[in-house]
């Protein structure tokens, strides 16, 4: 049974961009490295960093915040895990309204 089809892929690209420009809160998203592939128009506005200055750009470089609060290693056990981690979801709001260069 296939796993993503044109309109699942249609509708999840949708509703991320929906997210990416009128979400309330920080939303960005990375690959297995953790290199930003997106970053909503709120972290933009929060952080003054457009999105075109982070993307391709890792997260930790980013936000140097997340190693020295020791949120790293989440992401890393997150990404690595073949089932949901537990820590998930302090991922999700780690980075409310705070400037990455916030100490």
């Known amino acids: 049974m296939p796993t993503s089809n044109a309109s699942t892929d249609a509708f999840a690209a949708g509703l991320l961009l929906w997210f990416e ?3 309330a809160q920080g939303l960005f998203t ?6 930003i592939r997106t970053w909503n128009r709120w972290l933009a506005t929060a952080t003054g960093l457009a ?3 982070v993307i391709g750009r890792s997260i ?8 020295e609060r020791g949120l790293d290693a989440h992401y890393r056990e997150a990404l690595g895990a073949r089932r949901r981690s537990s820590r ?3 991922i999700a709001t780690c980075c409310r309204a705070r400037s990455p260069t916030a100490r």
């Open 30 to 35: 990375t690959d297995c490295a953790l290199n």
């Open 88 to 90: 998930t979801p302090c």
């Open 51 to 53: 999105a075109d200055e």
């Open 21 to 23: 420009n009128h979400a």
């Open 60 to 67: 930790l470089d980013v936000m140097p915040s997340l190693v």
